[in-house]
């Protein structure tokens, strides 16, 4: 409690969310858990029974250590405190091991490196504009977004029950972008190649960390039409980004739906929120090429637009057509009876607060929804119906047991991309934002 109130400088709210939702994660100790568990398991093992060296080659399970080295010195790090819970769990042949103890210790690490998660939210809020503030605590942009952020539906179920350990990762991919919000560009950029390190698939979103770090940190200042003055590049900045993060950067291709938005940062600059949009528009778009290949990477895309939705009604729009679509589309991961309920409650608890809230902090601008929107985002709900309580009983679930997966798939394509799309138009519509003045 007393760590708490040193980040959060006083923010008893602050305290209060974070503390309840750590709560709410303990009760989901007990849930069901995908086979990660035992990859990270597995991963455990083999960096604590293994040299360095033989990290990579081990293949007794197919689980495979397959994330860069960060991730690897990661779980070596756990492993000598998993030891201390029970040493049967750190045996590389111990496949498909899991007792109670090994699923404590594996659950409440995930939630023990969450601490870095609340920690970089608390760092977004700080960059949040306070014009719209209330009086009131709850209807304060900073709480909203602190609740859209540390109770995030996505990032609960795919950590807490399903099992991985995105939480602390998102910090890191968070507090990077506070760090460019504040104008800390070489703390960003470092933070970002250490994510990288973690985890590989935040290569998504490195095209619009670089052009944004060249166009806003490299190039000092703009001619009054706002295109670049050629001659206040600096050497030494440039420098100090390429010993940081070039290398590593320079591995990353961007998918050929993000090129646009990536030219905007350079040729249409939008100072940070501009950036934020571009690393979501990367990311949605490295997503949807890569569908089916990792469902979980919505939430690359749903967490950064969170801090957008406090900041214009437009984007809190696309934001909740993005959330409630790409948070539905991860219910499939949770396909157990016992799970059923938990997962419906806690996305429309999490979807009723996001609209509630946002309405309450854009009152006086137009309705969220058209009529098209709202008749495909209620559609949700039929959907689910037909999926898990008419499916079932019916001949079609032994002939085509993969149907409502198709339903799920394709009706969550057509509100990813409706998103994708309107955030596009918006990052090619918006006015730059220019700066004249040497940084």
């Known amino acids: 409690m007393a760590a708490l109130r040193v980040v959060t400088g006083g923010d008893h709210w602050f305290s209060a969310l974070a503390l309840g939702v750590t709560f709410l994660k303990c009760l989901l100790i007990p849930t069901y858990h995908s086979t990660d568990f035992e990859v990270h398991r597995n991963w455990l ?111 609960l179920i795919v950590d807490h029950i399903h099992f991985q350990y995105n939480g602390f990762l998102f910090g890191l991919m968070l507090l990077s972008i506070a760090r460019l919000f504040q104008k800390r560009h070489l703390e960003g950029a470092f933070l970002f190649a250490v994510l990288l390190h973690f985890k590989h698939i935040y290569l998504y979103v490195a095209p619009a960390y670089g052009i944004y770090l060249l166009r806003s940190f490299c190039f000092t200042a703009n001619k009054p039409d706002g295109s670049i003055r050629w001659n206040s590049f600096s050497f030494v900045r440039v420098t100090s980004l390429v010993l940081i993060v070039f290398l590593v950067s320079a591995l990353s291709l961007g998918p050929f739906l993000a090129l646009p938005s990536i030219l905007c940062l350079w040729f249409k600059p939008q100072g940070p929120r501009g950036f934020l949009r571009s690393v979501i528009l990367c990311a949605l778009s490295s997503f949807m090429f890569g569908w089916h290949v990792h469902e979980k990477a919505i939430l690359l895309a749903i967490l950064p637009m969170s801090l957008l939705s406090v900041g214009k009604a437009g ?35 999490f979807t009723i607060y996001s609209v509630s809230s946002l309405k ?61 799309f309107k955030l596009y138009l918006s990052v090619l519509t918006d006015p730059p934002v220019y700066k004249t003045k040497k940084q």
């Open 360 to 420: 309450t902090l854009f009152r006086k601008e137009k309705p969220f929804f058209n009529w098209m929107e709202t008749f495909y985002l209620l559609g949700l709900g039929p959907l689910e119906v037909c999926c898990e309580l008419v499916f079932p009983f019916t001949s079609w679930k032994l002939k085509y047991p993969f149907l409502p997966l198709l339903l799920t798939s394709v009706y969550c394509a057509v509100g990813i991309t409706y998103a994708w």
């Open 315 to 349: 984007d809190a729009s696309i934001f909740l057509i993005l959330t409630t679509t790409g948070h539905y589309s991860l219910f499939p991961l949770l396909f157990t009876t016992p799970e059923l309920p938990i997962k419906i409650l806690l996305m429309l608890s």
């Open 45 to 155: 093992a083999i960096t604590h029974s293994l040299p360095v060296s033989q990290w990579y080659y081990e293949a007794t399970s197919e689980w495979t250590l397959d994330y860069p080295p960060f991730f690897a010195w990661f779980e070596f790090v756990l492993s000598h405190v998993a030891k201390y819970f029970d040493q049967e769990m750190l045996n590389v042949r111990n496949l498909n091991y899991s007792s109670s103890r090994t699923l404590l210790f594996q659950r409440f690490s995930v939630i023990f490196t969450d601490a870095l998660f609340v920690y970089a939210v608390h760092e977004c809020c700080k960059c949040i504009d306070g014009k719209k503030a209330s009086k009131e605590v709850t209807e304060k942009p900073k709480f909203i977004l602190s609740v859209l952020l540390l109770w995030n539906f996505g990032l």
